[in-house]
């Protein structure tokens, strides 16, 4: 199992440019999430889903759209980035086992937007 | 809403030294609590988990007892090694939160040889 992958690793933006970041699972998990993480703020959560054609907001949903079509694919788009979402981004999938999740995270996306 | 907060980093000490990180949380219900550990340059991964008042998760050396009457979670390990610098993060899932994982802000370890 490759677990959860997240392409690119690294990523370059102009302020206003739109861009889509990659997350795939192949542990059939039902549960997926998209984070970013900010020194000195822990992760906050921006978007989630819970199956197949059904996301929710987080935390911090602004600037950011999801869709969920397959049980393993989970993209974030961001619409016209801003410097503030200058951050590093990690996905995650989840199942739940009598009740308790156990997230298993990607390896990261290091976003910086100029 | 749910929450977790732990304690402020960053956190130096000396190899074999005692390690306690505090967690503590509000959640209404029962939440399930995690501790993960992030690597330099690597996403989080689960350490240790506990389900239920009382239960003790261990993992590499490392405990944390699920304390319901303080609503607190401490890290602990006897011996550390500089091999266990990274950052840490407490998490609950549950309460109000059943779909969600929440985290606390992480703690960075750094341990000198």
């Known amino acids: 199992n490759a677990g959860v992958t997240q392409t690119p690793k690294f990523q370059v933006l102009k302020t206003g440019q739109s861009m889509t970041l990659q997350c795939a699972q192949d542990?059939?998990?039902?549960?997926m999430s998209w984070y970013r993480q900010d020194p000195g703020m822990g992760l906050r959560l921006i978007h989630y889903?819970?199956?197949?054609?059904?996301?929710d907001q987080g935390e911090v949903p602004n600037g950011y759209n999801v869709s969920r079509s397959t049980t393993e694919d989970f993209p974030l788009r961001l619409l016209s980035a801003a410097p503030s979402q200058t951050s590093v981004y990690f996905c995650?999938?989840?199942?739940?086992?009598?009740?308790?999740?156990?997230?298993?995270f990607g390896p990261g996306t290091r976003l910086t937007v100029t | 809403g749910d929450s977790v907060t732990q304690m402020e980093g960053p956190v130096t000490l000396s190899e074999e030294a005692f390690l306690t990180i505090n967690c503590t949380y509000t959640?209404?219900?029962?939440?399930?609590l995690f501790w993960y550990v992030q690597y330099p340059g690597e996403g989080l991964q689960l350490l240790l988990k506990a389900t239920k008042a009382d239960d003790k998760g261990s993992n590499k050396g490392f405990e944390a007892t699920y304390r319901k009457e303080t609503t607190s979670f401490h890290l602990e390990k006897g011996s550390v090694q500089v091999s266990d610098s990274a950052v840490y993060f407490c998490?609950?899932?549950?309460?109000?939160?059943?779909?969600?994982?929440?985290f606390g802000s992480g703690t960075r370890l750094s341990i000198r040889p």
């Open positions: 995650a999938s989840s199942y739940r086992d009598e009740g308790v999740h156990e997230q298993y």
């Open positions: 998490a609950l899932n549950g309460g109000s939160s059943a779909s969600k994982i929440i």
């Open positions: 542990m059939n998990h039902e549960y």
């Open positions: 889903s819970v199956g197949a054609g059904i996301t």
């Open positions: 959640a209404t219900g029962y939440p399930s």
